[in-house]
């Protein structure tokens, strides 16, 4: 069974960085995509970033040129790390990975942004 599971989640002041980690567990090859979504209360997921198994990412324009997506696919983890957070990036984040044309969720984490 697949899962991933995320970290790295905290309560951060405005300005700061944080850098998620999602670990992908269960048997399945290297992910063709690894990526982030997020959502606050109310709302729907909203993309935040993804990385391709060649190489290629992209960003949400609201994270863009802040943030840096990395994958190791030797380990199965993806990381995410956002600079100058501001209040408006906290929500919960989620992990998700598309293998073999399926695609799987981590459960979230929770980052907040004070100001």
């Known amino acids: 069974q697949v899962q991933l599971v995320e970290s790295g989640g905290d309560l951060v002041q405005a300005g700061g960085s944080l850098r998620l980690s999602c670990v992908i567990s269960?048997?399945?090859?290297?992910?063709?995509?690894m990526g982030w979504y997020r959502q606050t209360p109310g709302n729907q997921r909203a993309f935040v970033a993804f990385s391709k198994i060649d190489g290629s990412t992209n960003y949400a324009p609201s994270v863009k040129g802040r943030s840096t997506i990395s994958r190791d696919d030797a380990k199965n983890i993806v990381y995410l790390q956002i600079d100058s957070l501001k209040p408006e990036d906290t929500a919960v984040y989620y992990c998700?990975?598309?293998?073999?044309?399926?695609?799987?969720w981590g459960r979230g984490i929770q980052v907040t942004v004070s100001s």
């Open positions: 998700y990975a598309v293998a073999l044309a399926n695609l799987y």
């Open positions: 269960g048997g399945t090859s290297s992910a063709s995509i």
